[in-house]
């Protein structure tokens, strides 16, 4: 079983104005709703390839209810801490283009008992795990090292997927492997990544740091897998995408499913980029469809770099 572990769940709330001016006036011709947080998504990408998931985390009394039913429909097991009051909204307006304007919400703030209960569900749900995922972005009053924390607890092989020193204050651990897209990456090296020279380079800075590997996620360009010996490039060509919301939720899902079955890089690359692609041509931030994702493995192209 996978466990993953959401911090900061959200609704992304998706605007759709095809004449988007900004600092003018806009109408929305129609918008639509998701229940989301990056932990979130892990898992329902998960569940819809086959894998039994339970994910855990904060989440709100008012809308307990419709994210434990949400869940459940996509076969995910839940067991949350509850907290006061509302899920953060996200606005995400959408324009003729396709271009996203994304406006992300703060949450509430977590106090240290919460916390508290959370690392002990962490501790207890790890017991029937093989695997766990932590991603997102965390609450107001939790400090970056609670990632750290909960893997401490947990003691099973783990992916993170956050930014800055949230990712980098759990290398000591030594994380099977971790997901930054280009502009985390450059966050934690501190300098401009203009090539892919660059990124396998700042991936191997991390890999000193104490990750096993580092799978960067690069947009349209696909995705680099790099380890201590190895960089595999995948990528795929023509695609439209309908929302790129989700995108490296799908990756790094796959990706951990991969790990677990002991597949070699090329493999865990072309998945990852495969459902990373079935992931943006779906609405909003619903999770991959398997059938989309195993057409495209036949269309990614993976070299050794």
Not at 92 to 107: F, R
Request: glycine residues 8%; charged residues 25%.
């Amino acid at each position: 079983m996978i466990l993953t572990v959401c911090c900061n769940p959200c609704i992304d709330e998706y605007l759709y104005i095809p004449q988007f001016k900004p600092g003018g006036l806009n109408r929305v011709t129609h918008k639509s709703f998701f229940l989301a947080g990056k932990g979130i998504n892990v898992a329902k990408s998960a569940a819809r390839l086959g894998a039994d998931v339970v994910t855990t985390g904060f989440m709100f009394a008012n809308d307990n209810i419709k994210f434990n039913k949400d869940l459940r429909t996509f076969g995910v097991k839940c067991k949350f801490v509850e907290l006061a009051g509302s899920a953060r909204v996200n606005l995400k307006i959408i324009d003729s283009t396709g271009a996203t304007t994304e406006l992300n919400d703060n949450s509430i703030r977590v106090g240290e008992d919460s916390q508290n209960k959370l690392i002990n569900t962490v501790k207890a749900l790890s017991m029937d795990c093989e695997f766990a995922v932590f991603s997102g972005s965390l609450p107001l009053g939790v400090e970056n090292d609670f990632y750290y924390k909960l893997a401490k607890e947990a003691k099973l092989p783990f992916a993170v997927d956050a930014e800055g020193d949230i990712l980098t204050a759990t290398l000591p651990l030594k994380p099977t492997i971790v997901k930054p897209n280009i502009m985390e990456l450059e966050q934690i090296a501190k300098r401009s990544l203009e090539t892919r020279e660059d990124l396998i380079d700042a991936s191997r800075q991390l890999i000193k740091m104490g990750a096993k590997y580092v799978l960067v996620s690069r947009g349209k360009l696909g995705a680099l897998l790099v380890s201590d010996k190895q960089a595999i490039s995948a990528s795929i060509e023509g695609i439209t995408q309908v929302s790129p919301t989700g995108a490296g939720d799908a990756m790094l899902a796959v990706a951990v499913i991969k790990l677990i079955e002991k597949a070699p890089l090329q493999e865990i690359a072309r998945a990852a980029v495969a459902a990373g692609t079935a992931a943006v041509l779906t609405a909003g931030t619903l999770p991959l469809k398997t059938d989309v994702y195993e057409g495209y493995l036949k269309q990614v192209t993976v070299e050794e770099v």
